[in-house]
């Protein structure tokens, strides 16, 4: 069973504050990582993709990616209270089956 | 909005009934992934498919679950008999090359809620 864990959270940090996401994942042959960010009564929008080993920014978010050790995650930079959502860490295996972990909560305080 | 759209946005039904949702993706060339989510969990894969073709089902997909996409366009997820336990948010996302490979778009899903 291929899985992907997340810590629930709640975590929460003041507005701007960097806030750090991690996730792991079991299947080392996985290739493809998501985050996605979702607001309660919403469906999971888009993030970041990242592919290779190091460090991808885009704009406040910075997603890391480590295969070795089967780690990913994802930093907020300048928090802001518009942030706080669940964020859902995605793995694609080789069969193009998407995993997702259960979504870590963060409240960004003002 | 991705542009997926999905139909109905809600669905209450009584227990026994039998409910079909359907997506419309961007894309008919794209991959369109069916997924149910439950409050606290993430998205569970259902089913996929390329075109047409029905490539991939969840163990967790009962003979009561089916799906279909016809011409590789819009797809459709029908539950028979429902139970109390198929009450959940059903998504569709749509995998394409828009924001990268693999990359998917959810629509806004479809809440089932059965009494």
């Given amino acids: 069973q291929k899985e992907v864990e997340q810590n629930s959270g709640p975590l929460s940090v003041p507005e701007g504050a960097i806030a750090s996401l991690n996730c792991t994942y079991s299947d080392r042959g996985s ?10 009564g919403k469906s999971p929008e888009l993030i970041m993709s990242i592919y290779s080993n190091g460090d991808k920014e885009d704009g406040r978010f910075t997603a890391q990616l480590n295969k070795a050790s089967q780690y990913v995650s994802l930093l907020i930079r300048d928090s802001q209270p518009s942030d706080s959502a669940t964020y859902l860490c995605a793995v694609k295996d080789n069969f193009n089956k998407f995993y997702f972990g259960s979504g870590t909560k963060l409240n960004v305080k003002p | 909005d991705t542009g997926v759209s999905q139909d109905p946005r809600h ?9 079909t949702f359907r997506c419309d993706p961007i894309s008919e060339h794209n991959r369109l992934y069916w997924y ?7 998205p569970e894969f259902l089913t996929y498919f390329q075109n047409e073709a029905q490539l991939e089902k969840s ?9 279909e996409r016809p011409k590789g ?3 459709t997820l029908e539950i028979q008999r429902t139970e109390q336990g198929d009450s959940a948010m059903y998504l569709c996302a749509e995998t394409g090359e828009r924001g990268g490979p693999d990359t998917q778009y959810f629509g806004p899903g479809t809440r089932l809620t059965v009494l």
């Fill in chain 2, 73 to 75: 366009s819009f797809s």
């Fill in chain 2, 36 to 42: 149910r989510q439950t409050l606290g969990q993430g």
């Fill in chain 2, 11 to 19: 669905k209450i039904t009584k227990r026994g009934q039998n409910v």
């Fill in chain 2, 59 to 67: 163990r967790l997909l009962s003979d009561r679950f089916s799906a």
């Fill in chain 1, 31 to 40: 290739q493809s990582f998501f985050w996605y960010r979702q607001y309660s």
